[in-house]
């Protein structure tokens, strides 16, 4: 599950390829099919991005972060609309830069040197080894005092550098990150998409 977001306009630099009939073509008419779209939307960054859940909150986070921060004054059907997928989006080019202008300000002034932007929604786990020896991921809803500690420990902060932290000598990670690579991939996306929606 997660986000699938189309420019409205895009810029094209080539053309989409001709939609092939599914159910009556040879697996390799398929996978030509599969790698000229993903060559066009490589090539077109405008066209389309996408993101799973637990990737797109945090870059919905730098969103509401730049238009509070920055004062963009972005639609609040789009602010509102950002965690369903139901066509909120942005309408024009010009609003997409301005949000591309500032996200980019944000990754050279608070991201710098970060490969990951973990957001504090006061949900963490933790590795740890059970009594046959295995490791695994604990997550920590089920310790209720502990988890009031770390949010103590982190502050009001929203952002946490990688999506781990240390405590008492022990790693955590918080349950949602994205790349920081994934981040710029959208900055790309805003510059080129017309405006988007998100479906």
Not at 34 to 47: I, L, Q, R, S, Y
Not at 62 to 88: D, K, Q, R, W
Request: with cysteine; charged share 25%.
């Amino acid at each position: 599950m997660g986000m699938d977001i189309t420019g409205r306009n895009p810029k094209l630099k080539s053309e989409k390829p001709v939609d092939i009939d599914w159910f009556n073509s040879t697996q390799e008419e398929k996978d030509a099919y599969m790698n000229a779209k993903h060559d066009f939307e490589n090539n077109n960054p405008g066209v389309y991005f996408r993101a799973n859940l637990w990737s797109w909150r945090p870059i919905a986070e730098v969103i509401n972060y730049c238009n509070n921060v920055m004062g963009l004054n972005l639609p609040e059907t789009f602010l509102g609309g950002m965690h369903y997928n139901s066509g909120a989006g942005l309408e024009t080019q010009e609003e997409c830069d301005k949000l591309a202008d500032a996200i980019d300000a944000m990754i050279i002034s608070k991201f710098d040197g970060w490969e990951y932007i973990g957001v504090n929604y006061k949900l963490y786990a933790r590795k740890v080894v059970n009594s046959e020896g295995k490791i695994f991921e604990e997550n920590l809803y089920n310790n209720p005092e502990l988890v009031q500690e770390l949010e103590q420990y982190l502050g009001e902060d929203i952002f946490v550098k990688d999506g781990v932290f240390e405590y008492k000598d022990i790693e955590y990670n918080t349950a949602h990150a994205t790349g920081l690579d994934h981040l710029e991939d959208f900055v790309a996306f805003l510059r080129e998409c017309g405006g988007f929606e998100i479906w």
